[in-house]
Nanobody
């Protein structure tokens, strides 16, 4: 199983970023996928999830209405569109799958929201 995140960067408050997660090593279309983030000095927290088909999505309260998770099973990709970014969104963002009893993580992509 391999998960590779990309798309992070430095953005001003109110700006947008789109994160991508390239998944391989398993049948991605059969599994729910999730995004987590970890801010400096804080524990990793769940951000959003998407069902295997992409029909059902769910979000942490802190990002609901600003972030949108989606997936393209034909390309084995998962995305996180982040709008109206705030300084408190600054964190390393991780893609995650729970596969055969284990949690798998990517290396993460840094998102910094600052003026």
């Amino acid at each position: 199983v391999q998960l590779v995140e990309s798309g992070g960067g430095l953005v001003q408050p109110g700006g947008s970023l789109r994160l991508s997660c390239a998944a391989s090593g398993f049948t991605t279309s059969s599994y729910e996928m999730r995004w987590f983030r970890q801010a400096p000095g804080k524990e990793r927290e769940w951000v959003a999830g998407i069902s295997s088909t992409g029909v059902v999505t769910y979000y942490a309260g802190s990002v609901k209405g600003r972030f949108t998770v989606s997936r393209d099973n034909a390309k084995n990709m998962v995305y996180l569109q982040m709008n109206i970014l705030m300084p408190e969104d600054t964190a390393i963002y991780y893609c995650n799958v729970f596969f055969v009893g284990l949690n798998y993580w990517g290396q993460g992509t840094q998102v910094t929201v600052s003026s």
